[in-house]
Nanobody, 126 residues
Framework: QVRLVESGGGLVQAGDSLRLSCTTS??????????MGWFRQPPGKEREFVAL????????SYADSVKGRFIMSQDNAANMVFLQMNILKSEDTAIYYC?????????????????WGQGTQVTVSS
């Protein structure tokens, strides 16, 4: 079973930066994980796509709301992915989830991700 564990959340002020980490274990290679994603769920709203990365190539994709502020990266040797969040805004407040997909295509839709972490809270005060 693929296991994902997020860390790095917290309470920050608007304009600050924060870096989230996601550690993977449990045979991501054997289960043909093609892409890793970050999603978030703001209070009272549905889960939404933030960013994804294709570990084999480093290709990334971002939601328009975070483009230019957030950067997703990876450390394949350590089985980790990261989300560097800069110029944080109050609307970035959410629970952030790391996810893994074994679909053959890259997707911004949560339904295509089979494995999920437990989430980490990010709160941005204005």
């Amino acid at each position: 079973q693929v296991r994902l564990v997020e860390s790095g959340g917290g309470l920050v002020q608007a304009g600050d930066s924060l870096r989230l980490s996601c550690t993977t274990s449990g045979g991501t290679f054997d289960r043909n994980i093609v892409s890793m994603g970050w999603f978030r769920q703001p209070p009272g709203k549905e889960r939404e796509f933030v960013a994804l990365i294709k570990p084999s190539t480093g290709q990334t994709s971002y939601a328009d709301s975070v483009k230019g502020r957030f950067i997703m990266s990876q450390d394949n040797a350590a089985n980790m992915v990261f989300l560097q969040m800069n110029i944080l805004k109050s609307e970035d407040t959410a629970i952030y989830y790391c996810a893994a997909s074994n679909r053959a295509f890259l997707s911004q839709y949560a339904i295509n991700y089979a494995y999920w972490g437990q989430g980490t809270q990010v709160t941005v005060s204005s």
